[in-house]
């Protein structure tokens, strides 16, 4: 399965959004990005949360604990 996106974003909002998803690209690789993580993305780039800019390993180790707390409740 190939998750897309297909709603419609204003540009910070779209900026945000592949923001995230080439974090989780980077964590899991492209072809293991599920449509969940695609909906994940979506609902944080609408949110008005900062994500770490200083270096991309802190970004993943970000939305990684993110995710993992989505799906753990820890």
Not at 23 to 50: C, K, N
Not at 53 to 64: E, G, I, P, S, T
Request: proline letters at 7%.
């Amino acid at each position: 399965m190939t998750p897309i996106c297909t709603r419609e974003m204003e540009p910070p909002t779209k900026r945000r959004y592949d923001f995230a998803m080439s974090s989780f690209s980077r964590i899991y690789g492209v072809p293991h990005v599920t449509q969940d993580m695609v909906d994940f993305s979506f609902e944080w780039a609408l949110g008005e949360e900062i994500a770490p800019l200083d270096c991309l390993n802190h970004v993943d180790r970000y939305f990684r604990n993110l995710w993992d707390t989505l799906h753990t409740g820890r």
